[in-house]
């Protein structure tokens, strides 16, 4: 890890915290009554130098200068380059634990999605060490990635410039998180979009194109629709009944309201407010997917015939008949087969808005 302007730090012992001294007027102010609201901020960047192609990292490196001047007079700033996936979620964590006021993912949905992991741990967000002066740590945000697809519920564009505006005022909001459970399996969390079936087959193939920027999502569909079967799957919502749904092609749990590169598929999504937009699409065809792609582009869909919305706090789904072969992915990233639970976490992370 390591701190602007400053030694490079093991990433055995991390201490940001530590790492910068502070300024002689930020002592005065860390010192005088009622000012303990003007104290250094602490703000770890996690950046992905590999995000988008390699697009990531030469960006950070040009954005440096800025975030200095912008931010360096009040915060210290530390960055820490992934060195390879999961990365993001043990430095998150160990951020957290040191007592960071902000972590600030740098990057696409993958590496918001590794930070957001990062804030929990065994089934618990992770907190502070020291438990006598406990510190909220907010998350951020610096969209940097091929589809950077949670910005756009917010109308955020992929200029870092704006990002570090955000940053530097400070508005923060409590927003809510997915989490995804499996029987004898460890808890996940999204912040985005979790799906199942043909889209998650779509973004597992995608995956693999991210070399061609956007065109990886059509790659990755045309791919994913060579030998697509839709399946009747049975989900019980909100601790109901089992129901049936029969020929589903693809169903998708929005915690906010993107996915697959601008695809608005849960268009009443929101991650403040509590609950799933819940979108499933039957008995779809290929040419079906041609005829209204517009339609899900723009968030139109769900008058469309086969088109079904439900809010939710919680889903199970399962297969029918069991095939073992259904994808899931949650944030655009490959999580298995199923059957999975999917619950809400109602305002459990600020976020940096
Ligand atoms: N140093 C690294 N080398 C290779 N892969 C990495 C590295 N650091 C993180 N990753 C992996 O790269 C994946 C994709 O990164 P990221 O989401 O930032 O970019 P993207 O895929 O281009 O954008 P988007 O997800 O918005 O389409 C992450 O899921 C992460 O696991």
Known sequence: MVCLGMAVVSMAKPSFLRAEQPSASDISAATSPGSSSS??????????PQGANGRTGREWKKLLPYLRSRLGSDCNICESLTSGPSHAIDITREAIREGADAVVA????GTLHEVVNGFFWGGKPVTKHDSKAPRTTSLGLI??????DFARTFGWTNDPVDAIERIVKGSRSRIDVGV??????????????????????A???????????SLCYV?????????????DLKIKVNDGEWEVYPKVTALCIGNAQFFGGGMRITPNAHPSNGKFEVVILQDFKWYDFLMKLHKLYNGTHLSVNNVLSRSAFSIEVEEVVGTNSIYVQSD??????LPHNFS?????????C
Do not use: C, W
Request: overall charge positive; cysteine-free.
């Open 39 to 48: 104290r250094r901020r602490d703000i770890v960047f996690i950046v992905n």
């Open 106 to 109: 740098v990057g696409g949905d």
């Open 143 to 148: 969209p940097l990635g091929t589809g950077s």
């Open 180 to 201: 995804i459970s499996k029987e004898g399996g460890d808890l996940h969390y999204f912040i985005n979009v979790a799906d199942i079936h043909l889209s998650a087959k």
């Open 203 to 213: 973004g597992f193939h995608a995956s693999k194109y991210k070399r061609f920027g």
């Open 219 to 231: 790659i990755g569909a045309l791919q994913a629709f060579f030998g697509h079967q839709n399946q």
């Open 332 to 337: 655009g990233e490959h999580l298995g087969f």
């Open 344 to 352: 809400i976490l109602p305002g459990v992370i600020n976020m940096i």
